[in-house]
């Protein structure tokens, strides 16, 4: 199975602020990396795709980047809807594999 | 608008049954693939079963491989998912969530989830 692994597991961080959230895979997924947005008892929400395509709608302050096993999330300027879990997954291949989240909290 | 929405939830004692149901509405059901995902309390997402838009093809988590079924009926646009023999560990919420992409292994809709609870 490829392991998924996020950094950092939190992130405190203020409004305006620019943060970049890490994935690691545990083996090559090419650029099969999508990230989700998960607020507190919702569902989680697929922000970007193929590590870099954003679905239609996201706001453009957040980007995907990378390929192999290294991949990162940034977003250019915190507001306040964005303080959530962030998750990335590979659907390089079964079983479906998550990273362990990030949690990005008010500092 | 595409809904997705899960019942079947609730709490079960340990080595009992349960089906869940996701009924599908606002897209063309029967072409696309499904996916279950679960998420126990407070912890993060894990990815449970996976089935064709045809139902030929199905694919599990070793997690539950030989515990649970996954299917569907693309004349009701309704996907199941039959748990046998079920753990402490299965305690989560179950969402069901639209397969899109290479391998249809990405979920680009969510349901709200249902609550399975297993518990003696």
């Known amino acids: 199975d490829i392991q998924m692994t996020q950094s950092p597991s939190s992130l405190p961080a203020s409004v305006g602020d620019r943060v970049t959230i890490t994935c690691r895979a545990s083996q090559s997924i090419r650029s099969y990396l999508n990230w989700y947005q998960q607020k507190p008892g919702k569902a989680p929400k697929l922000l970007i795709y193929?590590?870099?395509s954003l679905i239609t709608g996201v706001p453009s302050r957040f980007s995907g980047s990378g390929s192999g096993t290294d991949f990162t999330l940034t977003i250019s300027s915190l507001q306040p809807e964005d303080f959530a879990t962030y998750y990335c997954q590979q659907n390089y291949q079964t079983p479906i594999t998550f990273g362990q989240g990030t949690r990005l909290d008010i500092k | 608008q595409l809904q997705l929405v899960e019942s079947g939830g609730g709490v079960v004692q340990p080595g009992r049954s349960l089906r869940l149901s996701c009924a599908a509405s606002?897209?063309?059901?029967?072409?696309?693939?499904m996916n279950w995902v679960r998420q126990a309390p407070g912890k993060g997402l894990e990815w449970v079963a996976l089935?064709?838009?045809?139902?030929?093809?199905?694919y599990f988590a070793d997690s539950v491989r030989g515990r649970f079924i996954i299917s569907r009926d693309n004349s009701k646009s309704t996907l199941y998912l039959q748990m046998n023999s079920l753990r402490d560990e299965d305690t989560a919420v179950y969402y069901c969530t639209r397969g899109v992409g290479f391998g249809d292994r990405t979920c680009d809709y969510w349901g709200q989830g249902t609550l399975v609870t297993v518990s003696s």
């Open positions: 089935i064709s838009s045809d139902g030929k093809n199905q």
């Open positions: 606002g897209f063309t059901f029967s072409t696309y693939a």
């Open positions: 193929t590590a870099s």
